[in-house]
């Protein structure tokens, strides 16, 4: 009788003891279930933050973790520093694109005024030569001489339009070169701009929002490099143009040679007509002189 009234205090305290263990467990078994030890058992154990020791290393850590919140205590800083890097970058674009452009112009009306100097330069000794030719002359000589001069004057006006065209389709090649480099240049900054304001304004953002201070100057750092990485891609294409440059001169002066050429024959041409005609002319002359005697 001991025995079972012992069996029967054990089980209650066994009872009673379950009670708070299946209610950690959200779960309803029988009085069978394994004692609340083995629960306690599966439980994971709580890990103990270590802390640092070495004064070099707590230091280090407490710079970087102060850096890292200064980060973002300065993004509207770091990007208000960009803008105004990327709009003195403009200015000075600007100011390149003038510096060019005025060269070039200048370089265009000096090459024409030396190409017009040249030219009078030219004419006032053809007609000075025509001018010592002149004297002595019969008057079929003279005829002669007359009709050289305007063969030659024609080749000039000839050699003239050519060369002019020329150099006008040399110019107006440039020109739309250098409207197209113009404008791969803006279009490359603004592109760049662009990428960065993003980049700054995302930067700006997730420090608002908290995030991780290493994640967002990393992420800004990946951006800035591929902006960057970009801009320099675009700008290499415009190298390219220099050979083109090259091959426009070089067929602009083909085609003055070419104009060249064909004023020298035909002044060549103009010479041999008027040597014989100032040979018969001189021929007839002394034939006339000689009927005379």
Same mark, same amino acid.
């Given at each position: 009788m001991?025995?079972?009234?012992?069996?029967?205090?054990? =089980?209650?305290?066994?009872?009673?003891?379950?009670?708070?263990? =299946?209610?950690?467990?959200?779960?309803?078994?029988?009085?069978?279930?394994?004692p609340p030890i083995k629960i306690r058992q599966i439980e994971q154990p709580v890990k103990k933050e270590r802390t640092t020791t070495d004064p070099v290393k707590k230091a280090r850590e407490n710079s970087t973790e102060s850096k890292q919140k200064g980060f973002c205590q300065n993004a509207?800083?770091?990007?208000?520093?960009?803008?105004?890097?990327?709009?003195?970058?403009?200015?000075?674009?600007?100011?390149?694109?003038?510096?060019?452009?005025?060269?070039?112009?200048?370089?265009?009306?000096?090459?024409?005024?030396?190409?017009?100097?040249?030219?009078?330069?030219m004419e006032q000794k053809f007609e000075a030569k025509l001018a010592e030719i002149d004297e002595d002359?019969?008057?079929?000589?003279?005829?002669?001489?007359e009709s050289f001069r305007n063969s030659v004057k024609q080749a000039q006006e000839i050699r003239k339009t050519a060369v002019d065209a020329a150099q006008k389709?040399?110019?107006?090649? =440039?020109?739309?070169?250098?409207?197209?480099?113009q404008q791969t240049i803006a279009d490359a900054t603004t592109a760049y701009r662009t990428a960065v304001t993003t980049a700054t304004s995302a930067a700006t953002t997730a420090c608002a929002e908290g995030e991780d201070a290493t994640v967002v100057k990393t992420a800004l750092n990946s951006a800035l490099k591929a902006a960057k990485d970009e801009l320099k891609s675009k700008l290499a294409e415009i190298e390219s143009h220099g050979s083109q440059v090259r091959v426009l001169a070089k067929t602009r002066n083909e085609a003055v040679a070419a104009a060249n050429e064909a004023f020298k024959a035909a002044v060549?041409?103009?010479?041999?007509?008027?040597?014989?005609? =100032?040979a018969n002319d001189s021929e007839d002359a002394s034939a006339e002189s000689s009927e005379e005697e």
């Open positions: 001991k025995a079972i009234k012992r069996a029967i205090a054990a =089980l209650t305290l066994l009872s009673s003891a379950l009670v708070p263990a =299946l209610a950690v467990a959200g779960e309803t078994e029988s009085v069978n279930t394994p509207s800083n770091v990007r208000s520093e960009f803008s105004g890097k990327l709009s003195l970058i403009d200015q000075e674009r600007k100011e390149k694109r003038v510096e060019v452009t005025d060269k070039v112009k200048e370089r265009k009306e000096d090459t024409a005024s030396k190409i017009l100097q040249k030219r009078e330069e002359l019969t008057e079929g000589q003279r005829t002669a001489l389709t040399y110019r107006d090649a =440039l020109d739309g070169l250098m409207t197209t480099r060549q041409q103009a010479k041999t007509v008027l040597r014989n005609a =100032l």
